[in-house]
């Protein structure tokens, strides 16, 4: 995976160093679970930006993943879990990228009683439910989408 992502604290005199994550799906997942995430030692909320590999460089305001995760048995009798996120991201260059926010569906399925977690490489594939239900809670938020 190739887009990048960082904390940064608003206060640009700040000294502090952000936290080590585990990886982009611990971070989203603490994200939509936790609206006083991520903190810096300051007491400041951090904000954080995504870079993608395609150019579009923004801010990430919200997070969400369903309510109820899909779950399954698969080959092997594994548990597969499947975390479609929205992601709401401002983009840094309005002229560039226009005014309105963009909506990314990164995906993961977490797989077994390891945990692997599988990042998906291509589009996904909602049941519809689950994106209705992902945008009610972006509505909540006081989306208009
Ligand atoms: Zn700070």
């Known amino acids: ?22 990886g982009m799906f611990d971070m989203l997942k603490e994200k939509a679970e936790n609206s006083d995430f991520p903190k810096c030692n300051c007491s400041r909320l951090y904000d954080i930006f995504i870079n993608f590999e395609f150019g579009l460089y923004g801010k ?9 995760i899909p779950n399954w048995r698969g080959r092997y009798n594994q548990k597969w879990e499947y975390y479609p996120f929205l992601v709401i991201v401002d ?16 995906y993961w399925h977490v797989v077994g009683t390891k945990k692997l977690k599988k990042y998906g490489q291509w ?23």
């Open 123 to 145: 589009a996904q594939c909602l049941d519809t439910d689950v994106f209705v239900d992902l945008l009610r809670q972006a509505r909540e938020k006081g989306y208009k989408l």
């Open 60 to 68: 990430l305001l919200h997070c969400f993943y369903p309510s109820t």
């Open 1 to 22: 995976m190739s887009t990048e992502w960082f904390f940064k604290c608003p206060d640009k005199l700040c000294k502090e160093y952000p936290p080590p994550i585990a």
């Open 91 to 106: 983009p840094d260059d309005k002229e560039l990228w226009s005014k309105n926010y963009y909506l990314w569906f990164p």
